[in-house]
């Protein structure tokens, strides 16, 4: 009997992308990258039930679409920095919205100090500013917070890596199994042109994709800077993962 090629198994198939538009998986001179990314090719592997399901009801349970980071409560003062907004949209391959999925974010105060055990910069703590945030996008797949926009920060085993100022995203679907985990930048900053990671992406387009669009300015209450960016969790016009 004729042999056959074997045909897919995979339930979907998604248009492939370029591995330009994603990190390399070993970023030269990149101390961490090996404990980052995987250096060998990805395997699928069959989910199972309860790595399918779940978790469920987030959006009874956490803010949808909008919550302020610059607030610890209400009634109280913000916190130090430059106030910013930022929103846009999660999307699939196509541009369909994902409804419900959860977005955490942390990021470093508005002088590039985490509050975190292992963050030795000897910047100061804003007591105020916990850095991270947890919320849930809406029937459109919108997202929007308020926040300070973060400072820079030296690499604690680098002798000259300063990171420039960027927020970390993790955006989970319908299931745990479904994890995506990126950091986003500021246009026009000059650390962008030496950070590791930001140029980890070969992309010069791929990179736009990683970084905050700034929108036209507005004075008014509350004063804020704006910035966009959609998060595209597939395909060919996929954000590129940032570990
Ligand atoms: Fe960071």
């Known amino acids: 009997m004729a042999s056959h090629p074997a045909k897919s198994t995979a339930p979907l198939e998604y248009a492939p992308y370029d591995d330009a538009t994603q990190s390399l998986r070993q970023i030269p001179r990149y101390p961490r990258s090996f404990t980052r990314n995987p250096s060998q090719p990805l395997i699928r592997r069959p989910l199972t039930l309860s790595e399918r399901t779940g978790p469920a009801d987030l959006a009874r349970r956490l803010p949808v679409d909008r919550m302020d980071l610059s607030r610890p409560d209400a009634g109280t003062a913000r916190v130090a920095g430059q106030l910013i907004h930022v929103a846009g949209r999660v999307l699939d391959e196509d541009g ?97 042109e030496t950070d590791l990671l930001y140029n980890g992406v070969p992309d010069p387009e791929a990179r736009q994709r990683i970084t905050f669009q700034l929108q ?16 595209v969790m597939r395909g060919k016009r996929a954000t590129p993962a940032v570990d």
């Open 96 to 192: 369909a919205p994902l409804a419900g999925a959860m977005i955490e974010l942390w990021q470093a105060n508005a002088s590039g100090k985490y509050i975190h055990e292992m963050d030795r910069h000897e910047a100061p703590v804003d007591p105020n500013f916990t850095g991270w945030g947890r919320l849930v996008t809406g029937a459109e797949g919108e997202y929007e917070f308020i926040t300070i926009k973060p400072g820079a920060y030296p690499v604690g085993e680098s002798d000259w890596w300063w990171r420039p100022p960027h927020i970390h995203f993790s955006i989970f679907g319908v299931s745990w199994m479904q994890r995506y985990v990126t950091q986003m930048f500021f246009p026009g900053e000059a650390l962008n």
């Open 216 to 231: 036209p300015t507005k004075v008014g209450i509350p004063n804020l800077l704006r910035y966009r960016q959609d998060f």
